[in-house]
T-cell receptor, first 113, second 112 residues
Framework: DAGVIQSPRHEVTEMGQEVTLRCKPI?????LFWYRQTMMRGLELLIY????????DSGMPEDRFSAKMPNASFSTLKIQPSEPRDSAVYFC???????????FGPGTRLLVL | GENVEQHPSTLSVQEGDSAVIKCTYS??????FPWYKQELGKRPQLIID?????GEKKDQRIAVTLNKTAKHFSLHITETQPEDSAVYFC???????????FGKGTKLSVIP
């Protein structure tokens, strides 16, 4: 298995633009997580899905952020409009059962100018 | 929700010495305790985990010990090497939830 796949790996955009991050979890995993990591705030859980259903999105910063999981092999995290304070590394992780070992993707390094 | 405290936040050791990182948690029902290592610019990766039916687990130079009564577990790295330099995170499953709650991380620096 190739592990969790994320794209793009790097994204540079201007304030106000829409940003879409993509994730393909490990085949067979039924839980998917989106995290944001910054030096100031550390590793923050934004949202997680179980069996494609969003379970808890309380970590999503504001309405500018949205996430979808249309099927078991794909998820997106969208920021619209983006702001400089959204600059961070965004990780997607998956697991078999949410309380078990999580496998992280390589991350998307986002820079909003 | 689950409350996880990790100490210390930074740790510097001489190469060859041992390093210990400790995490405390609040939910007594927790039964799975993983440790992740994140090297600079890379993703967090599981290095070792322990389940509540054992008190200690070893894998070469790393070990994790668990004290369920006191609600804490620790990562031990012996004979540290420069490649052990990284940020280490503990994690604990929340009661009744589908997620892991991560500690704030410990930045370990191994000085050659």
């Amino acid at each position: 298995d190739a592990g969790v796949i994320q794209s793009p790996r790097h994204e540079v955009t201007e304030m106000g633009q829409e940003v879409t991050l993509r994730c393909k979890p490990i085949s067979g995993h039924n839980s998917l997580f989106w995290y944001r990591q910054t030096m100031m705030r550390g590793l923050e859980l934004l949202i997680y899905f179980n069996n494609n259903v969003p379970i808890d999105d309380s970590g999503m910063p504001e309405d500018r952020f949205s996430a979808k999981m249309p099927n078991a092999s794909f998820s997106t995290l969208k920021i619209q409009p983006s702001e400089p304070r959204d600059s961070a590394v965004y990780f997607c992780a998956s697991s078999f059962g949410g309380r078990e070992t999580q496998y992280f993707g390589p991350g998307t390094r986002l820079l909003v100018l | 929700g689950e409350n996880v405290e990790q100490h210390p936040s930074t740790l510097s050791v001489q190469e060859g010495d041992s390093a210990v990182i400790k995490c405390t948690y609040s939910d007594s029902a927790s039964n799975y305790f993983p440790w992740y290592k994140q090297e600079l610019g890379k993703r967090p990766q599981l290095i070792i985990d322990i389940r509540s039916n054992v008190g200690e687990k070893k894998d070469q130079r790393i070990a994790v010990t668990l004290n369920k009564t006191a609600k804490h577990f620790s990562l031990h790295i012996t004979e540290t090497q420069p490649e052990d330099s990284a940020v280490y995170f503990c994690a604990v499953p929340g009661a009744g939830s589908y997620q892991l709650t991560f500690g704030k991380g410990t930045k370990l620096s191994v000085i050659p």
